[in-house]
């Protein structure tokens, strides 16, 4: 399939031009400037949510139940499951796709695990993209769930509108997450498995958390569920609306992806710059012995470099 029929299939809602399309982002594919040129026009209408969270909290119960609310309302919907800090996809991921299993055979939910092979610019620049294929392929709804709370997490976080962060009693503590700065990008928090001891606490101890940082034009509000028996969901699906309404209504869904697209950018071109820089470096043995010999200093070597790009 070559990428200008990837494109026409995720345009036309083909399943498998979809997976094809997400197969190239994955391992960094020579075809993604092309594949990005023809998607991007169909792109900005998804609603999109993020869902991450330590491991086991029950992000993917939670998104399967997400699926199946959408559903009944009659929307399109795409999941994307992650792992940012592991090159393939674990054992984990693939236990999502057994339980995801009720929506396997329904042609307007499409599930998806990724991971980064090849992308040279890691998860943080291949979730957005994998995200607009998604969008493009006229899923009304993607829901992309990764695996822990770090800053792989916060930039996977950048590519979505809603960012959903899940706890659980026992499972990764708040205070570990605020020092990981997740506090800061979260419009929802949900604690998880309320069914247990301690969820209560865990609300509370966010809660005080979430009072004492600054004051913000969205207050995150906190949700207990018991998502393996579907407690606290049509709620949480509530907030999330909520939350797309604030967005829509203030400005801020075009203020943040703006702000999105043009740290992307930024982080593109410096990914291909780093890449050039290090082709001239290790192509040029004579300005190598230059520096090593110290008839050329570093800073006017990088000059000579960044001229010589300039003119390429
Ligand atoms: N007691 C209880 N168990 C739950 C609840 N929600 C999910 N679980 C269970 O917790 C386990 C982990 O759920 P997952 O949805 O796979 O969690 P996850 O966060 O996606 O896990 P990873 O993808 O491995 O990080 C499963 O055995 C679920 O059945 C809940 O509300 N209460
Ligand atoms: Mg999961």
Do not use: C
């Amino acid at each position: 399939m070559d990428v200008g029929t990837v494109v026409a299939g995720v345009v036309a809602r083909e399943p498998r031009a979809i997976a094809r399309a997400i197969s190239l982002v994955e391992d960094g594919d020579d075809g993604l400037p092309e594949l990005s040129a023809g998607v991007f026009p169909h792109t900005g209408a998804a609603a999109t949510i993020g869902l991450t969270g330590a491991p086991g909290v029950g992000k993917s119960t939670i998104a399967t139940a997400l699926v199946r609310i959408a559903r009944a309302d009659g929307r399109r919907v795409a999941v994307l499951a992650i792992d940012p800090t592991s090159p393939y996809t674990g054992g984990a991921l693939l236990g999502d796709r057994v339980r995801m299993q009720e929506h396997a055979t329904d042609p307007d939910v499409f599930i998806r695990s990724m991971a980064t092979r090849g992308h040279l610019g890691g998860m943080s620049l291949a979730a957005p993209e994998a995200v607009r294929i998604l969008d493009a392929a006229g899923f009304g709804l993607v829901i992309v769930e990764t695996v822990g709370v770090g800053q792989a997490e916060i930039d996977v976080a950048a590519a979505t509108d809603t960012t959903i962060v899940v706890l659980a009693p026992g499972l990764g503590d708040a205070i570990q997450m605020a020092k990981a700065g997740i506090l800061e990008v979260a419009d929802l928090f949900v604690v998880n498995k309320a069914d247990r001891d301690g969820a209560g606490d865990v609300v509370r101890e966010l809660r005080q958390m979430l009072h004492l940082g600054a004051a913000r034009p969205w207050d995150p509000p906190v949700l207990a569920t018991t998502a393996a028996d579907g407690n606290g969901l049509d709620e949480l699906w509530h907030e999330i609306d909520r939350h797309r309404a604030w967005l829509g209504s203030t400005g801020t869904l075009a203020t943040d992806r703006e702000t999105a697209v043009i740290h992307e950018v930024r982080a593109l071109a410096a990914e291909r710059l780093a890449g050039s820089v290090q082709a001239q470096l290790a192509a040029d043995d004579a300005l190598r012995a230059r520096l090593r010999d110290r008839e050329l200093d570093p800073y006017a070597a990088a000059e000579e470099l960044i001229r010589r790009i300039g003119r390429a």
